[in-house]
């Protein structure tokens, strides 16, 4: 009954009266008395979170926990590219030569989503990979690369659910939604961080701008649970073997291998 509770709560919507009233809740106070319950039904892993539970002033402040250093090992191999949250991966594909995707069933302008024509030519016949993040995820977001930070902008409006429902049924919400999006790039390969937001609260916060990424560092972090869109130029970029759709990822998990 409480797991059902807390879904209903925090299951992305398209109400905006609703989101309103949740981010409203989710920043105050009163929410801090729900956290003990929150954690134990999405069995969240106090073991890894940097704070004691009691020092969480609101499920905010949960939401956008930082973990204890180490907790989420990043994959050392020169070549390896890694997961840069702690998600599902739902869904790998090919940037069509039209400039779409097709994400459960659906298709997406990829024009749309970057709104930059130059810098989409180099990704098309690439790879992408969705990854999305429930509230009850880590909500930080890291580089899937080292490299430069060659470019940052921000597009979108509103923000539609980006959840499955809202991936199956939304109007183009990865390609219209609220969005930061980070281009980094090293010797190897460019690679796009999209940045989706989502239930109308688009809190996107970026951290790094226009410098060096480590692979692993902190980049930005979602205050709701959201989408992140890998986007990788053709002939770069390969997904490990191992993984399939839809499938839990962490934070510096080895998804894939420069070419």
């Known amino acids: 009954m409480r797991k059902t509770l807390y879904q209903l709560m925090i299951e992305l919507t398209n109400q905006r009266f609703v989101s309103s009233l949740l981010e409203k809740f989710a920043q105050s106070r009163v929410s801090s008395f729900v956290i003990p319950s929150f954690i134990k039904v999405f069995n969240i892993n106090k073991t890894e979170i940097e704070k004691e539970i009691k020092e969480f002033t609101s499920l905010h402040d949960l939401f956008v926990r930082k973990l204890k250093k180490d907790a989420r090992p990043i994959d050392t191999n020169i070549d390896s590219v890694v997961s840069p949250v702690d998600a599902v991966m739902e869904e790998v594909g090919t940037i069509l030569p039209s400039k779409e995707i097709i994400v459960k069933g659906k298709k997406y302008s990829i024009s749309e989503m970057l709104g930059d024509e130059f810098r989409l030519e180099k990704y ?20 899937p690369i080292s490299g430069e930070i060659t470019h940052q902008w ?8 980006v959840n499955k429902l809202g991936l199956k049924y939304g109007k183009d919400t990865l390609s219209k939604n609220f969005r930061k999006l980070t281009e980094i790039k090293n010797d190897l390969m460019h690679v796009t961080v999209v940045k989706v937001g989502a239930m109308f609260v688009n809190s996107i916060e970026l951290i790094h ?16 649970g959201s ?25 510096g998990q080895k998804i894939g291998s420069f070419k």
């Open 227 to 251: 989408t992140v869109i890998l986007l990788f130029e053709k002939d770069r970029f390969q997904i490990e073997d191992s993984l399939h759709t839809p499938e839990e990822v962490k934070v």
């Open 154 to 161: 921000t597009l979108g409006g509103m923000s539609y659910p």
């Open 124 to 143: 098309i016949d690439g790879t992408f990979i969705i990854l999305y993040l429930s509230p009850s995820h880590y909500h930080r977001i890291h580089s």
């Open 209 to 224: 701008e226009h410098e060096h990424l480590t692979k692993g560092q902190e980049m930005a972090y979602f205050t709701f």
